[in-house]
């Protein structure tokens, strides 16, 4: 199914197809743990299977916490993850596919849009809490929000005294002269989220106004992080996963999340068709997915979720006056590359 042909619909939970056989360690878990993540069978194949293979664009540090917080649930299940970046990783995919040696059980990543194009490699795949995850962060009932990063400003603390505390603060005279860093608009669609949300919701002029301060770009947002940290610049629209690992170690730096919203980015991922350990990828995803895995996710590694309850906050998160925003998956699409081709020209930015 392409992005062009795709249509709107309403996911809802689809029962997670059942195994023979029971193993010894699922005594050890409670019955609601088990429903939680799969049914005893499904657990019972898993632990069989042993093992499964993750795909991810993500961090591999990032990934390898998450591994290990599954593993303490399920110890029995081994991981092997192979790590691209963003790019390289759709291509791989498909290159292997074509070959018929598609390697992955499990495919993790940013770009929904990229997902989507491919989603004909996937299984249907519903985690047992299917219902409770925002129909607006989902592309296919294929591909699911393992992951949900968000949008904060990141500032230095030793640099910064007036702290901005909104998405127009940005736009401050007192930031001119490569204060702000600023990730390029074509680095990504997590930058496209951001840009996308300036424009639609702080204003037409918004990207003029704060073009006109002098900003310096930056190629992604592990670089930018480590400016803001040695002082290179004053202030960052982060994701705040990036820099909440950094203010966690003792990084003079801190985080907000504006009022106007926080531009959150739900990633895709999925089960392969050709999945040689199913049973394991299903219940690898079903515990990302489940309330313990995105806990963990939000508390430990600074994610939002794609929840519509969410389970927990981040640091400095007030449920009642922030809110999510997530963008409009056919403008997502429609508007990409007219829009990047303006934000290059406003900054300033040559690819």
Do not use: C
Request: a positive charge; proline letters at 7%.
């Amino acid at each position: 199914m392409t992005r062009k042909h795709m249509s709107r619909r309403t996911f809802t939970a689809t029962a997670v197809g059942a195994t023979v056989g029971a193993a010894a360690g699922l005594q050890a878990l409670p019955a609601a743990a088990q429903t939680q993540f799969g049914s005893k069978e499904l657990i019972a194949a898993a632990e069989k299977e042993g093992q499964l293979t993750f795909y991810t664009a993500d961090f591999a540090e990032t990934q390898q916490e998450v591994i290990k917080e599954f593993n303490k649930t399920f110890p029995k299940v081994k991981v092997a993850m192979v790590r691209a970046p963003g790019g390289q990783l759709i291509q791989r995919i498909k290159t292997e596919a074509a070959a018929g040696k598609l390697g992955a059980d499990v495919v993790n990543h940013s770009d929904r849009g990229l997902m989507l194009d491919i989603a004909d490699l996937f299984q249907d795949y519903a985690p047992p809490n299917a219902a409770d995850y925002r129909p607006d962060a989902l592309v296919s009932p294929k591909l699911w929000p393992g992951a949900t990063l968000g949008w904060a400003i990141a500032y230095n603390t030793q640099l910064v005294k007036n702290a901005p505390k909104t998405w127009m603060d940005l736009l401050k005279p007192e930031y001119k002269n490569k204060q702000i860093g600023q990730v390029i608009g074509p680095s990504g669609g997590t930058t496209w989220t951001r840009i996308m949300f300036e424009r639609q919701v702080l204003g037409e002029d918004y990207w003029k106004k704060q073009a006109e301060l002098g900003i310096a770009l930056y190629p992604s947002g592990a670089p930018l992080s480590d400016a803001l940290v040695r002082g290179e610049v004053s202030i960052a629209p982060l994701l705040y996963n990036i820099i909440y690992t950094k203010i966690v170690e003792g990084a003079p730096a801190e985080a907000i999340f504006a009022p106007e919203g926080v531009p959150i980015v739900p990633y895709a991922d999925g089960v392969t068709k050709t999945a040689k350990s199913p049973n394991a990828a299903k219940l690898f995803m079903n515990w990302r997915l489940s309330k313990e895995g995105q806990t963990f996710m939000i508390n430990k590694l600074g994610n939002i979720t794609s929840l519509k309850e969410p389970p927990a906050f981040p640091k400095g998160w007030d449920p009642k006056t922030i809110k999510v925003w997530v963008p409009n998956f056919e403008q997502f699409d429609k508007l990409r590359a007219t829009w990047i081709e303006e934000w290059n020209k406003t900054y300033g930015y040559r690819q």
